[in-house]
C-alpha cells in the first residue's frame, strides 16, 4: 500500500474561469497554520465563518466563508479548510500563492479522492464515482454514478467476497480433514453455492455492463460503399444536418462524429468515406481513415442500397473479425420492400428508408439492445471497463474452480481458483491494489477533486 501522505496539499477545487464563487480546498497537517495566518483567528469545527482573507502582509485578498473540518471527519480524513472566495481567477491565484508559501504544495490531479481512499473514507470504486459524476453527460449516467456514490456497487461486490471467503474456509477445511466421515465436497452443498455465485456474478456483470455503457457510449460506425445514403443517416439519427448529402458517389471524406443520445443511452456516431477502388488521392485517405474507424468500433452498421444484390460484407471482411455488424438495406422507398428487421445466417439486417424514416424506429432499438440496454432499469451503477474486466476474471475462476470439482474432484485446484476470484472482487472496492492501478486511477481525475 502507498505510504502515508504527509505533505499538506491545496487546488482551486471550482472549475477554472469566472463565477460567483470559487473555492479552495486545502488537506493535510498544515491546515491549522494555514488558517491562523490567512484568517488570523481559530475556527469552529464545521461552521461556516465569514472572514476577510490575508495575504503575508495582513492585507486582504478577498472575503469570503472559511469552513474547518478536523480530521478525521473530513473527505479526506485529514484536516481540511474551504475557503470560499469571490471566483475570479486573480483572487483565487493570490490567494492559492498566498497558502503555497505556507508549505503546502499544489494538489496532483485526484489526490484528495486519493488521499479518501488511503484513509479508508471511499473504497475505489466509490472514488471513481465521484469522477464519473463530474463527468457525466446524460441524466441517467448521473443517477448511477450517484448509486456507485453511495456505495450501491461496492456493497454488492463485498458480499460476493463475503462468501467467496466462507466457500474459500469450507474447501479448505475439506482439505485438511480429508479423512473425516463426512465428505464435505460430496454433499452438493459446494455445487449450488457455486452456481448461486456464478448466478450472481453474472447479475452484476450484466448491470455494470450497462453501465460501462452509460459511462463510456457506444462507438457506431456507419460504413459501405459510396452514395448508399450513410450520410443522410447519420444527419437522420443526429436530428440535423451535419453532413453534407448529395447524389454523387464520393461526397463524404473525412470522419464526421456526432454524439447523440437513445432514451439516454449515449451514442458516438461515426460517418465514413464510401468504401470503393480507384478513388483519387483525397477520397483514398477518407477511405484509410474509415477503415481505421471500423476497426476501433464497437458496432459497424454496414449500409447497401436495397437496389443492389450483395450485402456489402466483401468491402470490409477483412479486417471486422468479431466485430458485431449490423446490415442495412437503405432506400426501400425506391424498392417498396416493407421496413423491419430480419434475423439472417450472418446476423441482424434492418430494411430501412431514410429518407421517408420507414424503418429507423427499428434500427434506433435495436441499437440499445445491441449495448444492453434498458432505460427503465432502475439498479444499473455506473462502471468501468476495469470493473468488467475484474468481474469476468472473477466469474472465469469461478467456472473453472467448478469444473475442476465436477470433473476432478479437485479441492485443492478448487481453492486456488477461488483464492484468485477473491482478489479479482477485490481489485473493484481496491481491497487489493498495486502502486500503478492507483496511479491509473486518481491520474485521470481532475485537480482539486
Ligand atoms: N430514395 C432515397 N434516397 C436516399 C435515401 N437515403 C439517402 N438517399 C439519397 O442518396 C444520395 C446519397 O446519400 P448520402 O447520404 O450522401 O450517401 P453516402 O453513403 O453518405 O455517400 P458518400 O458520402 O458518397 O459515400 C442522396 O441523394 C440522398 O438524398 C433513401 O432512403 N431513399
Ligand atoms: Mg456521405
Known amino acids: ?61 478577498d472575503s469570503g466563508l472559511a469552513l474547518f473540518f478536523p480530521a478525521p471527519h473530513s473527505f479526506t480524513g485529514e484536516d481540511v479548510l474551504e475557503l470560499h472566495a469571490h471566483g475570479s481567477p486573480v483572487v483565487l491565484d493570490l490567494l492559492m500563492r498566498c497558502i503555497l508559501s505556507l508549505g503546502v504544495r499544489m494538489a496532483r490531479p485526484g489526490e484528495f479522492s486519493e488521499r479518501a481512499f488511503l484513509n479508508d473514507k471511499i473504497d475505489l470504486a466509490q472514488a471513481e464515482a465521484i469522477a464519473d459524476l463530474i463527468e457525466s453527460s446524460t441524466v441517467q449516467a448521473a443517477r448511477s454514478a450517484q448509486r456507485s456514490l453511495q456505495g450501491e456497487f461496492s456493497k454488492l461486490v463485498n ?90 458517389a464520393g461526397t463524404t471524406r473525412d470522419l464526421l462524429r456526432e454524439y447523440i443520445q437513445i432514451d439516454g443511452m449515449p451514442l458516438h456516431i461515426i460517418d465514413t468515406a464510401g468504401l470503393r477502388e480507384g478513388a483519387d488521392l483525397v477520397e483514398k485517405e477518407g477511405i484509410r481513415r474509415a477503415r481505421e474507424a471500423i476497426s476501433h468500433a464497437d458496432l459497424v452498421l ?50 430501412l428508408s431514410v429518407k421517408t424514416g420507414a424503418g429507423v424506429e427499428t434500427l434506433r432499438q435495436h441499437l440499445k439492445q445491441c449495448a444492453g440496454y434498458d432505460s427503465g432499469a432502475g439498479d444499473v451503477f455506473l462502471a468501468r471497463r476495469r470493473h468488467l474486466e475484474a468481474l469476468t476474471r472473477a466469474r472465469e475462476a469461478v467456472e473453472n474452480g467448478l469444473r475442476q470439482l465436477e470433473e476432478y474432484s479437485a479441492p485443492e485446484l478448487l481453492a486456488e481458483d477461488l483464492r484468485q476470484a477473491q482478489h479479482a472482487l477485490s481489485e473493484i472496492t481496491g481491497a487489493f491494489t498495486t502502486e500503478d492501478l492507483l496511479g491509473r486511477v486518481f491520474g485521470s481525475f481532475c485537480i482539486g477533486k
Open 1 to 61: 500500500m502507498t505510504t502515508f501522505p504527509k505533505e499538506t496539499i491545496a487546488a482551486v477545487a471550482t472549475p477554472p474561469g469566472k463565477g460567483g464563487v470559487g473555492v479552495i480546498r486545502v488537506s493535510g497537517a498544515k491546515v491549522a497554520h494555514v488558517i491562523r495566518l490567512v484568517l488570523g483567528k481559530s475556527l469552529h469545527a464545521r461552521k461556516a465563518h465569514f472572514l476577510p482573507f490575508l495575504d503575508q502582509d495582513g492585507t486582504t485578498i
Open 159 to 248: 458480499t460476493l467476497v463475503e462468501e467467496l471467503i466462507h466457500l474459500r474456509l469450507y474447501v479448505e477445511a475439506a482439505i485438511d480433514f480429508v479423512d473425516e466421515e463426512i465428505d464435505f465436497l460430496g454433499e452438493g452443498a459446494i455445487h449450488g453455492r457455486l452456481s448461486e455465485l456464478l448466478l450472481r456474478l453474472g447479475q452484476i456483470q450484466r448491470s455494470a455492463k450497462q453501465g460501462c455503457v452509460l459511462r463510456d457510449g457506444l462507438t457506431v460506425v456507419i460504413a459501405g460503399r459510396p452514395n448508399v445514403g450513410k450520410s443522410s443517416l447519420l444527419n437522420c439519427l443526429a436530428g440535423r444536418e451535419t453532413a453534407i448529402v448529395t447524389a454523387i
Open 302 to 351: 454496414l449500409m447497401v442500397d436495397d437496389r443492389q444484390s450483395k450485402n456489402g460484407d466483401h468491402l470490409i471482411s477483412e479486417w471486422t473479425e468479431n466485430l458485431p455488424i449490423v446490415r442495412l438495406r437503405n432506400k426501400i422507398d425506391l424498392t417498396g420492400k416493407e421496413p423491419g428487421m430480419l434475423e439472417t445466417d450472418s446476423g441482424v439486417e434492418i430494411t
